[in-house]
Each structure stands twice: as structure tokens, then as C-alpha cells.
């Protein structure tokens, strides 16, 4: 069975020297890519392939991991160019192994319209990945109404991925037991995603769904923990003014992929919640690898139809982005 992840990441050099050199461009998270995963991002070439090959993957989409070039300003523009002219490349010399989704240059609007559809018609690449946040605006500010609607326009998928809460989150919800403790705690351990999944709460509430209503949207880690509260989230209908009840969009504009979160019960979560045509495979490279033919074996194990595993590995990915 072929099986398609579509959240796998990459840190090219110039980026990270950026983040580096750049003011804002640390939010905290340099520190998360050290030793074998900083050489695993990195790399895009035979020692990428070959653990591809070990965990049972026979297709990566790759992206840029967070936080992406959301704090860095003006520089964004020229840097978001220089990624996805580099990804456009692995993909060109390997098309059977790798696709991409386009970084952008959230901070400049127009910037990141454009960008994304460069990359889209000009580049081949499949839709984009967001990080969130640009400072203090949440991604239902206006500073991203041109993203979406270019992505609408091009009918592509948005991958809305984890970024660090903001400095007075972390602070407040996620500080006080020293600093590994404070940044695990703050992002993979459990800041990461309630910040993603707030976001995309925020822009359901927003309305963005019904000025795009064909815009599809992708959540990691099975949803980012929104699926999981849905009885609640739906009680939002007593007071917002969407022209739809909020699981409605959830059913209807969302998708969910697992990032490496191999646990059977989660995924029929996310099939409860959006049905088997939206579920996405995905193993979170470098980040949740695991030896041991992991991808393959947890398909493989699944108490599913032959069907729908075969939607979930592969085909909702292909019917969604055309592929």
C-alpha cells in the first residue's frame, strides 16, 4: 500500500543562520533541533531516503518547521523565495519521493499571497503551511485574508502548524520549573497545541469559512485537541453569528493528520469527527520517528476496511490536493 506523509520537515542552513542572525528571529525553539534531529532535517538526500524506506514511507511533503518566517519581518519576503525555490529543487530531482507545501512571508500580506501563488502554479507545490500568530495577530487578522483567499482561489490546502505560545502564555501557563522543563512543557508537551488548535478556532469564529466556504483546512496531531472538546466547542452556536453550526465546518473544511501519533483510539476520534474521507497520514519527521517499520505496521495493524486504509495512507491526500 502506498503511503503519503504529509507533515515532514526540513531546516535548510540559510534558514536557521537567519533565525539565528535575524532580530525575532528565535522565538525560543532553536533549541528543540539538536545533534541527529538538527543532521535529520538537514538532510534531504540518501540518509532521508533511507529511513523513508525503513519506517514504510513512500512519499514525504515536505515543509519548513516552525516557526517558519512569521518574526522575521521584511527579510520574510526574500527568504520565503529562497525556500521554496529549494524545495521545488528536492522535489524536481526526486518527484516519486517528495512533494512540498510553500513557507510564506506571513507579515507582509501581499507578499504572501503572491509567494503562495508562485509557488503553486509556477513551483508545483501542493498548498502552504502557516505557523499562527505574526506577533501578537491571531491568524483570523485581517494581515492573512489575502493568504486565504489566494488559497481558496487556487484550491489548496492550508496546513496550520504549531508555533510557541506568546511570551506572556508561556509565562503565565507554562513557566516556573526551569528551562528545559519550561520550553518541553510550552510546546511538544502540550503549548504547541492548544495554540494551534485555538487558531483554528479562531478563525472559524471569525466567519472565514463563510467568505471561503470551498477553503480547506489541515490540523496535525489529530486535530490539535479541538475534535476531543467538540461537545463543547458546538455550545459557540448560542452566541456567534456563523451562517453554519461550528461543527459543521469542522466536518466540512477541516482535515486531520496524525503526526506521528500512531494510538488506533485518536484516529477514530478524528474519523468520528470528520469522517474517513478527511483523515491524512503523517509521521512528523524528524520529530516522532521511530525505528521498526513504524508507518507500515501501524497501517498495516489498523481495524479498518481495506477502503479507508487506503484513504487515510494515500488517496484522501491525492483526491485533496490533486495529486
Not at 522565538?27 to 533541533?33: A, I, R, S
Not at 494581515?143 to 483567499?149: C, G, H, Y
Not at 482535515?255 to 506521528?260: I, V
Request: with cysteine.
Amino acid at each position: 500500500m502506498k503511503i503519503i506523509g504529509i507533515e515532514e520537515h526540513v531546516l535548510p542552513d540559510f534558514v536557521k543562520d537567519a533565525w539565528r542572525t535575524l532580530p525575532g528571529g528565535d522565538d525560543g525553539t532553536l533549541g528543540l533541533n539538536p545533534g541527529i534531529i538538527g543532521e535529520r532535517l538537514a538532510d534531504v538526500g540518501d540518509g532521508r531516503l533511507a529511513i523513508m524506506d525503513e519506517t514504510g514511507l513512500d512519499l514525504q511533503v515536505l515543509s519548513l518547521t516552525t516557526p517558519g518566517l512569521s518574526n522575521l519581518g521584511a527579510h520574510g519576503a526574500e527568504l520565503a523565495r529562497r525556500v521554496n525555490d529549494h524545495l521545488a529543487d528536492i522535489v524536481a530531482r526526486n518527484p516519486s519521493r517528495f512533494q512540498a507545501l510553500a513557507v510564506l512571508p506571513s507579515a507582509d500580506p501581499d507578499a504572501a499571497a503572491r509567494e503562495l501563488e508562485r509557488a503553486v502554479t509556477t513551483l508545483g507545490m501542493k498548498g502552504a503551511i502557516l505557523y499562527g500568530r505574526v506577533g501578537t495577530q491571531n491568524l483570523d487578522d485581517r494581515l492573512f485574508e489575502p493568504t486565504f483567499a489566494s488559497a481558496a482561489a487556487l484550491g489548496v490546502p492550508v496546513l496550520i502548524h504549531p508555533q510557541i505560545p506568546p511570551p506572556a502564555v508561556r509565562e503565565a501557563y507554562y513557566g516556573g520549573f526551569g528551562g528545559p522543563i519550561d520550553l518541553a512543557f510550552s510546546t511538544f508537551g502540550l503549548g504547541w497545541h492548544f495554540e494551534a488548535g485555538i487558531q483554528f478556532v479562531r478563525i472559524v469564529l471569525s466567519g472565514l469559512f463563510d467568505r471561503y466556504p470551498t477553503l480547506q483546512v489541515i490540523l496535525g496531531h489529530w486535530g490539535e485537541l479541538v475534535i476531543f472538546y467538540l461537545e463543547r466547542l458546538a455550545m459557540l452556536d448560542r452566541v456567534s453569528t456563523l451562517q453554519r453550526p461550528f461543527c459543521e465546518y469542522v466536518r466540512e473544511n477541516l482535515y486531520l493528520t496524525a503526526s506521528g501519533m500512531f494510538n488506533p483510539a485518536y484516529l477514530q476520534q478524528a474519523i468520528d469527527a470528520v469522517g474517513a474521507d478527511r483523515i491524512l497520514f503523517s509521521t512528523d519527521f524528524p520529530y516522532q520517528y521511530r525505528p521498526g517499520g513504524d508507518a507500515r505496521l501501524f497501517i498495516s495493524e489498523l481495524p479498518m476496511w481495506d477502503e479507508d486504509k487506503h484513504k487515510f495512507a494515500h488517496g484522501n491526500w491525492e483526491r485533496l490536493t490533486g495529486a
